[in-house]
C-alpha cells in the first residue's frame, strides 16, 4: 500500500520564526506518511521532498502572487491526500491563519494611523492582493485553523465563514528551550554581562515589526515609568526612528537595541517583566515563551494571547492601545508583582506545549486524510 502524501506549504524557512519549529514538530509526529515541503527554501530534512517556489519578484505583491501561482502548480503535479498551508495562498485543504485577518488588521490600521493612510490601502497593491487572496482562501479552504478565538471571530466576521469550519489551535511553546530552571542565576549572570545595576528592573520587547507590535507607544510609556528600568528591544528591523524617539522623550540611556537574538531564553530569563502592547497579533508566540520563562507579561487584547491570561493574576492586560500613561502604570505594577506573576505564569505555559500543539494538528490533519 502506498503511504498517503501529505505536503506544506510556506514561503521561506525563517530561523527565527515560531511557525518553523511548529511545523518541524508536526513532521515529526506524523508517522508513516509521505512528507513534501513546498517554499523558496527550507532546512534539510531526510524525510522531507523539497519542491522549491520560485517567489522572487520586483515587489511584495508580485512575490505573493507569484508563490500563491507557483505553489498551486506544484500541488497539481504531485497530487497530495491533504495540503496544509501557513502562507496565504489558495490550493489547500486546510489552512492555518497563522497571520490572522488581513482585512481585521487594516481595519485597527484605519483607526490608529488615522483616516489618510487608511485610504492609501486602496491604492497599494500588496494590501489589494492579500486581500483577493485571502477571500478566494476563506471562500474555499475546507478547514481552517485559528490560533485564537480572537482570530476565529475575525473570519467569521470579514469573510461569513461557517463556524464548524474554523478550529481553534492555540500555539504551543518549547519548554525544553523556554522555562523557569535556574532563571535567578541566568538573570544574575545577564546582569553581570550586561552591567545592569541590582535595583534596576529588566523590561524585554521582543519581535519584527515595532510599529505594530507598539514599540512607540512602550518608548513612550517608559519615560512615565517610575521605578528605575531599563527596556531590551529584541527583533529585526530599522531602529534610527525610535532611537530618536527615545531620545526626544529622555530616555536613550533606558533603551537597549538588541537585534534579533539566537539566545533569547537568556532575556526572557533576565526580564522582570516582557511588555507587548500590540496593535494586532494573532496570538504573540513571545508572550507564551516569555510566560514559560517566568515572565510578569503585558500584552493588549489585540493579542489572541491575552485569551491566556488571567488578568492580575498571572499577567496584565492593557486596555487602550494608544495610552501609554495607561501602559506605565501597568509596567511600574508589574515590576511589583513580578515575583508572584512569573511564576503563576510558567505554570500556565506548562499546559501549551508545542508537543501537544502538534498533536492536536496532526489529529486534525490525519482525519482529514482518512476522510477525504
Known sequence: MNMKRIAFIRKAYDPFGGAENYIESLIGSLKGYEIHMLSSKWKDNP????HRVDASALSSAWS???????????????????????????????YRAGD???????????????????????????HRTLLSIEKDLFANTPVIIANSNMVKANIIEHYGVKEDRVHVLYNGVDLSRFNSQGRPALAGEFRREFGVRGDTA??????????????????TALAGVKSPVVLYVAGRGRTRKYEALSSRL????????????????????????????????PFSNAV????????????????????????????TILEDLANPDELSGKIDKAIQKSGEFGPLAAQKAMAFSIERAAGEFTLLIENYCLNK
Not at 520587547?205 to 507598539?214: D, L, N
Not at 515563551?289 to 491570561?309: D, H, K, L, S, W
Request: aromatic content about 8%; proline content about 2%; hydrophobic content about 45%.
Open 250 to 281: 529622555g530616555v536613550r540611556d533606558k533603551v537597549v537595541f538588541a537585534g534579533a537574538r539566537r539566545d533569547i531564553e537568556r532575556f526572557y530569563a533576565a526580564a522582570d517583566v516582557f511588555v507587548l502592547p500590540t496593535l494586532y497579533d
Open 47 to 50: 524525510r522531507i521532498t523539497h
Open 64 to 94: 505573493a502572487m507569484k508563490f500563491n501561482r507557483g505553489a498551486a502548480t506544484i500541488i497539481r503535479q504531485i497530487v497530495p491526500d491533504c495540503t496544509v498551508s501557513f502562507e496565504r495562498t489558495t490550493c489547500q485543504d486546510i
Open 202 to 219: 529588566v523590561v524585554l520587547f521582543a519581535g519584527s515589526g515595532f510599529e505594530r507590535k507598539g514599540l512607540p507607544t512602550l518608548i
Open 288 to 315: 507564551l515563551e516569555a510566560m514559560a520563562a517566568g515572565c510578569a507579561v503585558i500584552t493588549t487584547r489585540n493579542n489572541g494571547a491575552a485569551e491566556i491570561i488571567e488578568d492580575g493574576r498571572d499577567g
Open 100 to 126: 490572522g485577518c488581513h482585512r481585521q488588521w487594516l481595519r485597527i490600521r484605519r483607526l490608529v494611523a488615522g483616516r489618510l493612510k487608511g485610504l492609501s490601502v486602496h491604492f497599494n497593491m500588496l
